[in-house]
């Protein structure tokens, strides 16, 4: 039952009928935001503490912090999203407090791969761009990260999978009701095409729709991981040609 009409209408019947556009748009919504929120900070953070933070107990924490948040179930940064971003802070349910909580679970993938991305370094090359009298900022800049991007590609990619396949965390923060517009704004509340999976095989509203989303959500991940691949090789020639 996937046609151009289940991809570009939004659902009636509390499910039953209709499609998943409105799913679809609030799930590229929620992997824009946190990715977009997780990846400067994460990137950042595995710089510091790859080439400038020396060995000491500061960097102790933070790996060991990294760690275990990595290690936190899903449904755990919901409740704390719940808390903090949709009551303490007054978002209420909406896109916004979804993405900054998948951009808070993500993190860890981001900084942990990314600070061995650039560990896998040659420090052969940071030695010859600082020896032409290139400052360590443009070296990491001009030398590491692009020698990096593999693996910082590597680390967005899971983040992606991650995100778009993230129910619990969601179901508290950006909530659940069904969504019969394309959200206007990001600070709209909205089911994501996981939540909307998780919603009809929970209610047995229609086990068709359900498998056709599920699919949907798989062609989805596909898609998103090929951009992001295609990506990155340009990015990756572009350094090497410079």
Known sequence: HINWEFLTTAPKNNGVNGGVLPMIVN????????IGIATPIGVGAAIYLQEYAKPGRTVKIIRFSTETLAGIPSIIYGLFGYVFFVIVLNMGWSL????LTLSIMILPTIVRTTEEAIKAVPQSYREGSLALGASKLRTIMKVVLPSAIPGILAAIILSIGRAVGESAALYFTAGTALSRVIPKSITDSGRTLSVHLYLLAKEAISFEKTYATATVLLITVALINFAANRLGAMLLRRTTAK
């Open 27 to 34: 799930t590229l919504y929620i992997i824009i935001l946190s």
């Open 96 to 99: 916004l407090a979804g993405g």
